[in-house]
């Protein structure tokens, strides 16, 4: 079941959300425990590969170029620098990484042919691999899930209702578009929201109904706290309770019995003991790593102190859906033999030039 039709209206999410807190979670964890192993989390990570200067305005969040914050701005990372982040955080447990990077859309050019290679590396090396690069067209879906992509992340984060509070540079209709691109690819979505942007909880609710008026729910449904971070317009916000993080796992889980509810920014804000709270209620995967994106996060080795702890399990990659085989890509083929004829050429061009230099000079002997 990947909807609960129980609560296909904003009415009974929000009856389920405002349920005594204990009854609500002890729901969640009865159906976690029909359609997942409780015992399994998965240990994700979140890699900015291309840092600040965005033209967006999302309210929330500090690498929009408008805002003054102290996001330290980079350009997209190498290739090179990208595989070597994901074998560390590999080698710390992590079997998902996502790469972030601050673009409005993709757009058709050499830094999206580096993604796309970063995307068979990344493959290549036994990690599920998602991509967060803002809207894309049909077309460059279906070239990341050639290169390999396992997942998209494109996240509505809040209502219909709520939404032009926090963005005015694209419509939610534009959202909605790129995850069905997404879609239509054979991409797994991973789509979710941010909570404690000052929308009402009946906007919280309208972002579960959303998901749930889609043909295909996403698979993936991450729910992050705000973290206010000073220049942004929401830099006053107030930092939610623990509890309605709780909540919002819960409902999210019993709402969406087989997707992956992951439990993401705002993890420093909570105490072990709720986020096991958040673990029991159906959240199955975290994000480990010093940064998320370019947000504080719980370090990788003090997660792996929880997880001993709680007696929770590192989840395998590919545990809920096969691993693409990531095919060569033909513009980047068509390039590399077009930089390489140009090569050859040049290299040419200089051994004549060389022999002509030194061709030797007639000599007339005068008799
Ligand atoms: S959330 Fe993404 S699209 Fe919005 S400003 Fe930040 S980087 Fe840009």
Not at 216 to 244: C, D, F, H, R, Y
Not at 353 to 367: I, L, Q, S
Request: aromatic share 6%; hydrophobic share 40%.
């Amino acid at each position: 079941m990947k909807v609960n039709p129980q609560y296909s209206t904003k009415e009974a999410l929000l009856e389920l959300y405002n349920k005594p807190l204990l009854e609500l979670v002890f729901e969640a964890a009865t159906v976690h425990r029909k359609y997942h192993n409780p015992r399994e989390v998965q240990m994700s990570s979140l890699l900015s590969i291309k840092t600040g200067g965005c033209p967006e305005d999302c309210g929330y969040c500090p690498q929009a170029a408008r805002y003054h914050t102290d996001v330290d701005t980079h350009k997209l990372m190498t290739v090179e620098t990208v595989v070597e982040q994901a074998k560390n955080a590999k080698a710390n447990g992590a079997s998902r990484l996502c790469m972030g990077a601050a673009w409005r859309e993709v757009r058709d050019n050499r830094d999206f042919d580096n993604v796309i290679e970063m995307v068979q590396s990344v493959n290549d090396l036994g990690m599920e691999v998602c991509c967060t690069l803002g809207m894309m067209n049909e077309d460059q879906a279906l070239r990341l899930k050639k290169a390999g992509l396992f997942a998209y992340n494109h996240n509505l984060d809040t209502s219909p209702d709520y939404y032009d509070d926090v963005i005015s540079t694209r419509e939610y209709e534009d959202r909605l578009n790129t995850i069905d691109n997404a879609r239509k690819a054979g991409i797994s979505v991973c789509s979710g929201g941010i909570i404690g942007m000052g929308e009402a909880v009946e906007d919280r609710m309208g972002l579960l109904l959303s998901y749930m008026q889609m043909e295909n729910p996403p698979e993936s449904i991450p729910i992050n706290a705000l973290v206010a971070v000073e220049g942004t317009p929401m830099a006053e916000q107030k930092p939610i309770e623990q509890w309605e993080m709780i909540r919002m796992v819960a409902t999210t889980r019993i709402a969406f019995p087989q997707s992956i509810v992951r439990l993401s920014a705002g993890r420093t804000k909570m105490s072990m003991e709720a986020q096991a709270l958040c673990f029991m209620a159906g959240a199955g995967s975290v994000f480990a790593g010093d940064k998320l994106l370019t947000t504080p996060n719980p370090e990788f080795n003090e997660d792996v102190e929880m997880f001993k702890i709680l007696g929770l399990e590192m989840k395998a990659p590919f545990a809920d859906g096969e691993q693409p085989i990531s095919e060569s890509d033909p513009i980047i083929e068509a390039r590399k033999a077009k930089e390489a004829a140009r090569a050859k050429e040049l290299a040419e061009a200089r051994e004549k030039a060389k022999d002509e230099n030194f061709a030797p000079r007639k000599v007339t002997v005068e008799g």
